[in-house]
């Protein structure tokens, strides 16, 4: 992959109260779930590669307040929930909603959606700017 451009490095932050699922943590990069809001949050689960239907990743979940709300960061940064992240690389949506380097590989006959997910500004810290580009690859 070759990035052209990189637009939107502003550190502001935007926070989302969210309807989540009992089995998503801190840290897991979410995506859009359904358009059912009765609580009138979003609701959302952990981003997954491999199903176009849940991508892309929207945000970052920062707290869980009960095993079904959480708070999920959608642009600024990110700290203290990644660890060992290295400035010189980009980081992905991994299987699970988890942040990877290296981007995800499809399996043979299938196809996994690429999606850069923020970059790194320090060891723990991962900037998210909104941006959103996917790659499909397919073997």
Do not use: H
């Not at 590669?49 to 979940?61: H, K, R």
């Not at 980009?90 to 043979?108: E, M």
Request: aromatic share 6%.
């Amino acid at each position: 992959m070759t990035l052209l451009a990189r637009f939107g490095r502003s550190s502001a932050q935007s926070d989302v109260l969210v309807a989540c699922l009992s089995t998503d943590s801190v840290g897991d990069i979410m995506c859009i779930r359904d358009v059912q809001t009765a609580t009138g949050r979003w609701r959302v689960t952990k981003a997954q590669p491999t199903d176009p239907g849940m991508m892309p990743g929207i945000g970052v979940l920062v707290e869980k307040q009960t095993p079904t709300t959480g708070v999920m960061r959608v642009l600024g940064d990110v700290e203290g929930i990644f660890s060992g992240l290295d400035v010189s690389l980009d980081y992905f949506v991994g299987d699970d909603g988890a942040l990877v380097n290296p981007a995800p590989v499809p399996g043979v006959g299938s196809g996994v959606l690429v999606q850069r997910f923020g970059f790194p500004v320090s060891s723990d810290v991962i900037r998210l700017t909104g941006e959103q580009w996917m790659v499909l690859r397919k073997l």
